[in-house]
């Protein structure tokens, strides 16, 4: 079964510091796969996806296959990153498809 | 610029009423969701819909129902609600495909607290 596991639930770095959001999956075949941000008060948005390889406000995300990882990093966290973290993976059922999200990890970036 | 709008953003209702949430989006998207995020369980998917009148049970669709009359608008239905039911509900809309797999466009959510 396809699975999306994000293994911390909080990460709090000062700012400049470099950050690492883990996920991991379970997934048959090549997957594809997403980082979803919510900042406060704001609405759940897509960040990036693993098919674009582009960076977005800095973030790179990179998928391992042999580690079956799509760690989200950026080199120098600003405070504006403070936000909560969603990896997610499609699953396709028939002619349909779904989203499947971890549970999130909650970044804080002290100043 | 895509818009996802859930009618109501925060709810009181007692245990045992109906409860209908409301999701409108205005981009002809076919696909349509409904999840309910909880803190330390993050999203979890009710249900979905690909189409008018066509649905698909998710990961959670115990105490649920949905309806979708209107490409544009997905309901979400508690027929009688329940305190474990306290929770916020997540729309959300993508355009139909499967690879590569659309981006989903959230609205603001509904937060729903059963007494």
């Known amino acids: 079964a396809q699975r999306v596991t994000q293994p911390e639930k909080l990460l709090s770095v000062f700012k400049g510091a470099p950050v690492e959001l883990k996920c991991n999956y379970s997934y048959s075949g090549s997957p594809e796969l997403f980082w979803y941000v919510q900042y406060s008060r704001q609405r759940l948005q897509l960040l990036l996806r693993h098919i674009s390889r582009e960076s977005i406000k800095g973030f790179t995300a990179d998928l391992n296959k042999g580690e079956t990882s799509f760690h989200l990093k950026k080199p120098f966290a600003q405070e504006e990153d403070s936000a909560m973290y969603y990896c997610a993976l499609p699953s396709i059922t028939g002619a349909n498809s779904k989203l499947t999200f971890g549970k999130g990890i909650t970044l804080s970036v002290r100043p | 610029d895509v818009k996802v709008t859930q009618s109501s953003r925060y709810l009181v209702k007692r245990t045992g009423e109906k409860v209908f949430l409301e999701c409108v989006q205005d981009?002809?998207?076919?696909?349509m969701f409904w999840y309910r995020q909880d803190p330390g369980l993050g999203l979890r998917l009710i249900y979905f819909s690909y189409d008018v009148k066509m649905k698909e049970k998710g990961d959670i669709p115990e105490g649920y129902s949905v309806s979708r009359e209107k490409k544009e608008r997905f309901s979400l239905i508690l027929e009688s609600a329940s305190t474990n039911q306290t929770s916020m509900y997540l729309c959300?809309?993508?355009?139909?495909?499967?690879?590569?797999?659309?981006?989903?466009?959230f609205g603001e959510g509904s937060r729903l607290t059963v007494l």
């Open positions: 981009m002809d998207h076919e696909n």
């Open positions: 959300a809309s993508s355009l139909k495909a499967t690879r590569p797999f659309r981006e989903l466009f």
